[in-house]
């Protein structure tokens, strides 16, 4: 069994950052794709917003538009999402995923973006 911890949601106005994290209990966490999703509220369908292949390819949702940046420390077994010039469209709850053999998730860390 996999936990997944993330922790670095908050408030924040538009066009402010933040830098959202989570930690993996597996050591085997180098072998593994990660991936951040989100969900807004009133939807129920999560959507990617990025993932990171096990040997650091990144790719994104097309929303994101250059905006943030996904990377993994494989020695700390952390995956982190640096996001940029927020928009009141990125409140949501985000998650963090890992597929193995088993689908694991992350319990969420809301974002909000407000005035």
């Known amino acids: 069994q996999v936990q997944l911890v993330e922790s670095g949601g908050g408030f924040v106005k538009p066009g402010g950052s933040l830098r959202l994290s989570c930690v993996a209990s597996?050591?085997?966490?180098?072998?593994?794709?990660m991936y951040w999703y989100r969900q807004h509220p009133a939807k129920q369908q999560r959507e990617l917003v990025a993932?990171?292949?096990?040997?650091?390819?990144?790719n994104y949702g097309d929303f994101v538009k250059g905006r943030f940046t996904i990377a993994r420390d494989n020695a700390k077994n952390t995956v982190t999402l640096q996001m940029n010039s927020l928009e009141p469209e990125d409140t949501a709850v985000y998650y963090c995923?890992?597929?193995?053999?088993?689908?694991?998730w992350g319990q969420g860390t809301q974002v909000t973006v407000s005035p």
């Open positions: 995923r890992l597929v193995a053999r088993s689908d694991f």
């Open positions: 993932g990171i292949t096990s040997d650091g390819r990144p």
């Open positions: 597996t050591n085997n966490f180098r072998f593994y794709n």
